[in-house]
């Protein structure tokens, strides 16, 4: 088999380090092959994106393709613009997302706007590890400039949102773009919703220079801060690419990827009157809480948003996320999708009012997250020893070994990509989650410990 190169958000390395131009031509070269035809291609603002996004460009001409550039766009926008142009045979998306600035990506996107299946990226490592021949020189590719890709993503986006309500509302919004691809179309979109919108950080010069891009408590400090002083209604952040948003409620408080995720679940199913949401294991228990009780049904997947994108659509599911922000709406398309969480958060408030009371009356759980270094060869007889250890307690196994509480559950999961063992506890008080990670934490040691030469 080809050596991997893609890992859970596409090829990632740091620039001219393991992330060059050779490698991405010669990627382009494998992807051209496998997409053929009419290909686009966009990145964030990082400083190096042109320098991926032409070699990578190189490398799809010389297997004959016509590229379209869109620019420096969100991954959603890219995802969308592939998805509703049926000529467009796959897209390639330049982005590390919300790694430091030194770091840069190659992502591929399906004929259909969602994230390439594993099965197509072994494929493309195959061709990769090949160096495919080139095409003769009559049949080199083409490139093309290809203008408002981000303008029809953002309309498609106030389409599908209650914009009328949105608007009457005079909602006033702090957002934080991380100095990302949303610089242009989060503004752009909080203004065609009358939104007024207090930026931060929404300057494209690609060097991150405000705060790291992974849109956590302490990277949002000042969006926290300029919240207090502006009486805003809500504050809004994305990640590097834009497929993820978290919020700041207008009292500063920063809300957890899972209370997101329940609020948008509970709007989904009290819209449709029911309806299944689709979540990863590790969320929070307060997402299926909120989600029966409005009527609705949780399927658990794997952690991941293709598998739960995937998962979407074989079950007709109305609405889906991770508990990172990552939330994907049906009717838009099956991905993550930053700007349509953001305006679909828009229509929330502007119907229900404060956000501060509607988190303040979700249900309330602990979660003890910890993180241990696991080689990857002991993950399977790691596993086999939890497995052993749990067999007459109710357990799952859809992604690692989930133990179910009464008051709560324990998830240990060993990484697929990476030297890493999680164990996540969560339950009704900190105490109890607390005790049942460290037990697990105790026991996973003692294991690996006792297999050390
Ligand atoms: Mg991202």
Same mark, same amino acid.
């Given at each position: 088999?080809?050596?991997?190169?893609?890992?859970?958000?596409?090829?990632?390395?740091?620039?001219?380090? *393991?992330?060059? =131009?050779?490698?991405?031509?010669?990627?382009?070269?494998?992807?051209?092959? %496998?997409?053929?035809?009419?290909?686009?291609?966009?990145?964030?603002?990082?400083? =190096?994106?042109?320098?991926?996004?032409?070699?990578?460009?190189?490398?799809?001409?010389?297997?004959?393709?016509?590229?379209?550039?869109?620019?420096?766009?969100?991954?959603?926008?890219?995802?969308? %613009?592939?998805?509703?142009?049926?000529?467009?045979?796959?897209?390639?998306?330049?982005?590390?997302?919300?790694?430091?600035?030194?770091?840069?990506?190659?992502?591929?996107?399906?004929?259909?706007?969602?994230?390439?299946?594993? =099965?197509?990226?072994?494929?493309?490592?195959?061709?990769?590890?090949?160096?495919?021949?080139?095409?003769?020189?009559?049949?080199?590719?083409?490139?093309?400039?290809?203008?408002?890709?981000?303008?029809?993503?953002?309309?498609?986006?106030?389409?599908?949102?209650?914009?009328?309500?949105?608007?009457?509302?005079?909602?006033?919004?702090?957002?934080?773009?991380?100095?990302?691809? +949303?610089?242009?179309?989060?503004?752009?979109?909080?203004? $065609?919703?009358?939104?007024? +919108?207090?930026?931060?950080?929404?300057?494209?010069?690609?060097?991150?220079?405000?705060?790291?891009?992974?849109?956590?408590?302490?990277?949002?400090?000042?969006?926290?801060?300029?919240?207090?002083?502006?009486?805003?209604?809500?504050?809004?952040?994305?990640?590097?690419?834009?497929?993820?948003?978290?919020?700041?409620?207008?009292?500063?408080?920063?809300? =957890?990827?899972? $209370?997101?995720?329940?609020?948008?679940?509970?709007?989904?199913?009290?819209?449709?009157?029911?309806?299944?949401?689709?979540?990863?294991?590790?969320?929070?228990?307060?997402?299926?809480?909120?989600?029966?009780?409005?009527?609705?049904?949780?399927?658990?997947?794997?952690?991941?948003?293709?598998?739960?994108?995937?998962?979407?659509?074989?079950?007709?599911?109305? %609405?889906?996320?991770?508990?990172?922000?990552?939330?994907?709406?049906?009717?838009?398309?099956?991905?993550?999708?930053? +700007?349509?969480?953001?305006?679909?958060?828009?229509?929330?408030?502007?119907? $229900?009012?404060?956000?501060?009371?509607?988190?303040?009356?979700?249900?309330?759980?602990?979660?003890? @997250?910890?993180?241990?270094?696991?080689?990857?060869?002991?993950?399977?007889?790691?596993?086999?020893?939890?497995? @052993?250890?749990?067999?007459?307690?109710?357990?799952?196994?859809?992604?690692?070994?989930?133990?179910?509480?009464?008051?709560?559950?324990?998830?240990?999961?060993?990484?697929?990509?990476?030297?890493?063992?999680?164990?996540?506890?969560? +339950?009704? *008080?900190?105490?109890?989650?607390?005790?049942?990670?460290?037990?697990?934490?105790?026991?996973?040691?003692?294991?690996?410990?006792?297999?050390?030469?």
């Amino acid at each position: 088999m080809a050596k991997r190169l893609f890992g859970t958000n596409g090829v990632r390395g740091v620039v001219n380090d *393991d992330m060059t =131009s050779e490698l991405g031509l010669r990627l382009g070269k494998a992807i051209g092959e %496998f997409f053929g035809g009419t290909v686009a291609i966009a990145s964030d603002t990082r400083v =190096s994106g042109d320098m991926i996004k032409s070699a990578v460009s190189a490398g799809l001409m010389a297997m004959g393709c016509r590229v379209l550039d869109l620019g420096v766009i969100p991954t959603p926008a890219i995802q969308y %613009f592939v998805k509703t142009h049926n000529h467009v045979s796959g897209g390639v998306m330049i982005t590390a997302s919300h790694n430091p600035p030194e770091f840069n990506g190659i992502k591929c996107i399906a004929p259909d706007g969602t994230e390439l299946h594993r =099965s197509d990226e072994e494929q493309i490592e195959k061709k990769y590890e090949e160096d495919v021949p080139c095409k003769p020189w009559s049949e080199v590719g083409t490139r093309d400039e290809v203008l408002g890709a981000a303008d029809s993503y953002v309309d498609a986006v106030v389409s599908l949102v209650d914009s009328e309500t949105i608007r009457a509302a005079n909602l006033v919004a702090v957002l934080d773009c991380a100095n990302g691809a +949303a610089y242009y179309t989060a503004p752009l979109l909080l203004s $065609k919703l009358n939104v007024r +919108a207090i930026t931060l950080n929404a300057n494209p010069q690609g060097e991150f220079p405000g705060h790291p891009s992974e849109p956590t408590e302490d990277n949002l400090a000042i969006l926290i801060e300029t919240i207090k002083h502006t009486k805003a209604d809500i504050g809004i952040a994305h990640d590097g690419d834009a497929d993820r948003t978290v919020f700041i409620t207008e009292k500063g408080e920063f809300i =957890s990827g899972d $209370k997101s995720l329940a609020l948008m679940a509970e709007m989904a199913v009290s819209k449709k009157g029911g309806g299944k949401i689709v979540t990863p294991v590790s969320s929070s228990s307060m997402v299926e809480d909120v989600v029966v009780k409005a009527g609705g049904e949780v399927i658990y997947t794997a952690v991941g948003s293709p598998v739960v994108a995937r998962k979407m659509i074989d079950t007709d599911a109305i %609405f889906g996320g991770e508990e990172n922000g990552g939330l994907i709406f049906p009717d838009m398309q099956y991905c993550r999708d930053g +700007a349509m969480t953001a305006a679909k958060m828009l229509e929330y408030i502007a119907d $229900k009012g404060s956000l501060q009371e509607r988190i303040d009356a979700l249900p309330v759980y602990f979660t003890d @997250k910890r993180k241990l270094e696991c080689p990857a060869e002991m993950r399977e007889s790691l596993m086999e020893h939890l497995k @052993k250890l749990n067999a007459a307690r109710t357990t799952d196994s859809t992604d690692g070994l989930k133990i179910i509480y009464p008051d709560g559950w324990v998830l240990l999961r060993p990484s697929g990509t990476e030297q890493i063992f999680r164990i996540y506890s969560e +339950a009704k *008080d900190t105490e109890t989650a607390e005790k049942r990670g460290a037990y697990y934490e105790g026991i996973v040691k003692d294991f690996l410990n006792s297999y050390k030469i």
